[in-house]
């Protein structure tokens, strides 16, 4: 009951694409605008795209497969998947990031956890610590998956207590 009046609506204000600008591009803003998705409300994200909350912006940047490696392997029939995230503070204060608060994951509409052991194979660090204004945090989000998975959807907060999400959605 405490709770329900301690959350704050943080929904995502734009969804970005991560395109390369041309030096030659002459299209105004309105209409990159227009291609970039505009406003998040009802959409999902992609690779390469970035939900926008009052606080953080979280751009998937790569997804990989792996099999593990000599200390870690997934269970028979699956598979490490990683997802790879920039996650930007574009807020004036500190902000804390935490894959067990942050993210649920599901894999063909099956929740999933946070697998430890695929983290460890996807070695370029993990997405949790602390950001000061204006910096970056890249790292992965690593679950076990079956090998035939289709379908990887990431809900992310921008904070633990937020009603407001982004649902990042990935295709094999």
């Known amino acids: 009951m405490l709770l329900s009046s301690c959350y704050f609506d943080d929904t995502p204000a734009a969804k970005e694409q991560w395109l390369e600008a041309s030096k030659d591009d002459t299209s105004s803003e309105s209409e990159q605008e227009e291609q ?79 697998s430890i052991s695929a983290n460890c194979v996807f070695t370029d660090g993990t997405i949790d610590g602390t950001l000061t204004p204006g910096k970056k945090l890249i790292g992965w989000y690593g679950i076990e998956a079956p090998q035939q998975w289709s379908e990887i959807e990431l809900v992310v907060k921008p904070d633990w207590i937020s009603l407001s999400d982004a649902h990042f959605v990935f295709k094999k």
């Open 36 to 114: 970039s998705g505009g406003e998040r409300e009802g959409q999902t994200f992609g690779l390469k795209e970035t939900a926008v909350f009052n606080n953080l912006k979280f751009t998937a940047i790569d997804i990989a497969e792996s099999y593990g490696d000599s200390f870690f392997q997934p269970e028979s029939a699956n598979i490490f998947v990683g997802i790879k995230f920039e996650i930007e503070n574009i807020s004036a204060e500190e902000q804390s990031v935490s894959s067990a608060l942050m993210f649920d994951s599901y894999v063909d509409d099956i929740k999933c956890s946070y």
